[in-house]
């Protein structure tokens, strides 16, 4: 709660600040100062990254199915071994995802093997469904707190930070490795970005 | 480190990224657990930490917390866990070499669904493969230890 009361004040303030937990750097424009256009640029970038393999495979519908897509696959299918992750959305009706990916902070450093991060394995919640859903509908659920977890802007904000003091979905989605290709940008740029969508109060393509 | 298996404590001396498949086999011999891709595909080298299956293959022992249980642990030739059992009610191996893990990942399913369909053997059960092919007998010993430790 601490630090979601200080990621508000810095949006209201406008400052720059290095967070020693997650070592990014918190660049907030002053009030005002972001346009609707502005906004709608950064939303790009954003779309950029949660449209990515990376991102929408665990992103999926009440199916509860993880995908496997991406350059790294030869087509689009579930996640092999007739995996199903319940409604748990972790598995627990029948195989956990941390059965095979262990939570661990360390790199991925090997090809093909099941991925980690220093998060527990799961699906995203159904409601944050990206996996082939367009833009704007990724967009309007973002921004909507009865589908994004609860989140005001200063939240969304937060979430990027947290999962980067975690190393969590989100740092890995850049830093995937071992082969896989990584969601465009970076952790720092993602932040930037999305507190400028926030700046801008979060506007969505027509 | 000191990492704690078939309720034995022990000091290993090992790099924290080595997997726990590798301590288990090359420094404590316990080489019930198998090596069969190490990269979370076969199940080959399935035991518990805290109850829960996980692939010891992919699994760095410096991340390890809880208690860890391998094939050794879970039963022994005089008192047989119910799931190993009805594996040989069922004569459901044939060359052997994945049974362990299947034994171990089946185990933990029961302690959590002691009543499972067919459909939640087939969707835990398939990330075990088994090159000989003895699927239906795996099933059918699962569906054995189930009833077993249901008291039926």
Known sequence: MRRLITVTGLLLSGAALASDGHGLVIKTPPVGSVSRTDGLQAWEKIHAVVSHPRCVNCHTDEQNLPMWSGPEYADVRPHGMNIHAGESRIGAETLTCQTCHVTSTRPNTVPRAAPHTGMEWRLAPAEFLWFGVDGRTICEQIRDPERNGGRDGAGLVEHITHDAEKKGFITWGFDPGAGREPAPGGMQAHLDDMIVWVAAEMPCPE | ?152
């Open chain 2, 1 to 152: 480190m000191k990492i704690t298996v078939n309720g034995e404590m022990h000091d290993v001396a090992v790099a924290p990224d080595m997997p726990l498949l590798w301590v288990l086999r090359d420094e404590l011999k316990l080489t019930g657990t198998k090596y069969g891709c190490g990269i979370a595909q076969c199940g080959a080298c399935t035991v518990h930490i805290d109850g829960v299956a996980v692939r010891s293959c992919q699994m760095p022992v410096g991340d390890l917390e809880g208690e860890v249980t391998t094939i050794e642990g879970l039963g022994q030739p005089q008192v047989l866990h119910a799931v190993q059992a009805a594996w040989v009610e069922h004569q459901v191996a044939q060359c052997g070499y994945c049974q362990s893990g299947q034994i171990m990942a089946a185990a933990s399913f029961l302690d959590t669904n002691p009543d499972p369909t067919d459909a939640d053997i087939d969707r835990v059960m398939s990330a075990n493969l088994c090159r000989c092919g003895t699927y239906p007998r795996i099933r059918e010993a699962v569906k054995t230890a189930a009833a077993s430790l249901r008291g039926a």
